[in-house]
């Protein structure tokens, strides 16, 4: 692996500039393989990127928050010496729509009172909620780590793996294992209404059952997502989330410098528009301005359809993967919204603290608000009240903002890709609008205190980040796209039917967020064949 290479010849190249490729591609390296990272654009990081679109204030243009990425990768990466720095969010904040609140916190004592302002009942079942959950959690979290068996493989390895899920599974409470698939099949808004009975306990913790999918939470399907989301941690703390220094941005420059010590190179501005192949095996890459350069192994960091639809000619491939590739669903229904403002918004339950703004700011009241919001995406429109997932990110880190002023990221859904009878060009700015509406409803006085604003459509994340129809996830999360099914069935272990030519995006399991796990399981695949 280490034996002198000539100019231009490379052990492997990855595709593919965000944070799945640069993991793949650090532990390439630090294996001893000279490893080549393209990136299309003038920086790295996919759509985990920090820009300055207004002097002096940092925007995170996409991705914004910090969780699922896997504990191993900073480990292992050494991230930490290369300026690893996530800021613990200590508070999450749910305005209830009639003027109230719900704050809740690091302290568990606190956050029982103050659901019990709202809710005897659901103070009571909050353990309970959180028992059950965390239960479910341990036995999917051991999946993470570890590649999908290949259940249709008849080799002695892949009978070993389907005997290693089974037996995972077959040690699990019956319980556990019946709200194991209630989540994974069912609606959040089912599982909810188990536990609680107060519409806006039950509407916080349903926030995070619809990110990035086509679904509401009444929908069956978005107890996989809050159960997905669930999954993050930081410090052993289970479900917890963070900013990293410097926006999610900071975090891919963090991985750009680990992959760079051991040795890996990274040119920008280097489009890919073609897998080399010979012999039915990969052996380069083709970039736009038609410079070829060679490699044994290529690394597809895009999502499914360009893997396996753009880089490569599709009639090489089976049909069947092909045809499942084709129908995967992707469907973007999430915008960003990013605000400068000239200081903090006022809530005026709150009127004199700052505390509920050290996290997610998340106005989504209750269940039936964000299902109605869903309602238009239904039909190929945008929410005309947007359920919106917010964070004030220059409250954790002041370094984001000029003194005494702000970036505000906000989340905003439903925003379909496809509008009906019209363009995102023609209602960008009318959407944009929408939303910052719904903010002034909860902080009177928003709208004064904004200095730009900048509206990020599905369109706009296709466009810049190559996600297909803007979907955030590489694809979404639905359960026959997920696990052993994730791209397709057949070929979910990083590999592709191309000999050398391998997949570690978002959309290869166990899927999208900044998670890392594609891009180590993958390098782990690859080197295990090299050294087969």
């Not at 052990?11 to 500039?17: K, L, M, N, R, Y």
């Not at 964070?391 to 970036?407: E, L, N, R, T």
Request: proline share 7%; glycine share 10%; with cysteine.
């Amino acid at each position: 692996m280490n034996t002198p290479k000539p100019k231009g010849e490379w052990d492997a190249i990855v595709v593919g500039g965000g944070h799945n490729g640069l993991t793949n591609a650090a532990y390439l390296a630090k294996a001893g393989l000279r490893t080549l990272v393209l990136e299309r654009r003038h920086l790295v990081g996919g759509a985990a990127i920090t820009e300055e679109l207004l002097p002096g204030f940092s925007f995170t243009t996409f991705s914004y928050a910090l969780s699922l990425l896997r504990p191993d990768i900073i480990q292992e990466l050494n991230l930490v010496e290369h300026g690893f720095m996530p800021l613990m969010m200590p508070s999450s904040f749910h305005p209830t729509g009639d003027g109230d609140y719900l704050l809740l916190g690091d302290d568990h004592g606190q956050n029982l009172q103050e659901i019990r302002r709202h809710s005897a009942h659901d103070a009571d079942a909050y353990d309970r909620y959180h028992h059950d959950l965390d239960r479910v959690c341990q036995v999917i979290r051991p999946l993470f780590d570890t590649a999908p068996p290949d259940v249709f493989g008849k080799d002695p390895e892949d009978q070993a793996d389907v005997k290693w899920l089974l037996d995972h599974l077959g040690g699990v409470e019956r319980k556990v294992m019946h709200d194991v698939v209630r989540l994974l099949t069912g609606s959040a808004s089912d599982w909810l209404d188990d536990y609680f009975e107060n519409d806006a306990v039950k509407g916080f913790h349903a926030s995070s059952s619809v990110i990035g999918n086509k679904i509401g939470p009444m929908s069956p399907g978005s107890g996989l997502v809050l159960l997905f989301h669930k999954m993050g941690e930081h410090d052993g703390h289970l479900g917890s989330w963070a900013f990293h220094k410097g926006g999610n941005g900071g975090f891919t420059q963090v991985l750009a410098r680990a992959a760079e010590s051991f040795g890996a190179e990274i040119r920008l501005e280097s489009p890919v528009t073609a897998v080399l192949q010979q012999d039915g095996k990969a052996v380069g890459v083709a970039l736009e301005d038609g410079t070829e350069l060679r490699a044994p192994v290529v690394v597809s960091a895009l999502d499914p359809r360009r893997t396996f639809l753009d880089l490569v000619d599709p009639r090489t491939l089976p049909g069947d993967l092909v045809d499942n590739i084709e129908r995967m669903k992707f469907r973007g229904v999430s915008a960003k919204v990013n605000f400068a403002l000239d200081g903090l918004p006022v809530f005026p339950a709150l009127p004199d603290t700052v505390d509920h703004y050290g996290g997610f700011l998340n106005i989504g009241p209750t269940i039936e608000y964000v299902e109605r919001a869903f309602d238009a995406a239904k039909y190929g429109w945008y929410s005309e009240r947007p359920f919106i997932d917010a964070a004030i990110q220059s409250v954790v880190d002041p370094d984001m903002a000029p003194p005494g002023k702000h970036v505000m990221s906000c989340f905003v859904q439903y925003a379909p890709y496809e509008l009906r009878g019209s363009d995102w060009e023609t209602e960008r700015d009318r959407f944009g609008d929408k939303a910052q509406a719904v903010l002034e409803e909860h902080f009177p006085g928003f709208g004064r205190l904004v200095l730009h604003r900048e509206v990020v459509t599905p369109v706009d994340i296709e466009r810049q980040t190559g996600l297909t129809e803007g979907n955030i996830f590489a694809g979404e999360f639905l359960a026959p796209q997920m696990y052993f099914f994730r791209p397709a069935p057949g070929w979910s272990r990083y590999a592709t039917p191309i000999d050398g030519y391998y997949q570690c995006g978002s959309g290869t399991h166990p899927g999208g967020c900044v998670i890392g796990s594609p891009g180590r399981l993958a390098s782990q695949r690859i080197l295990r064949d090299l050294k087969g």
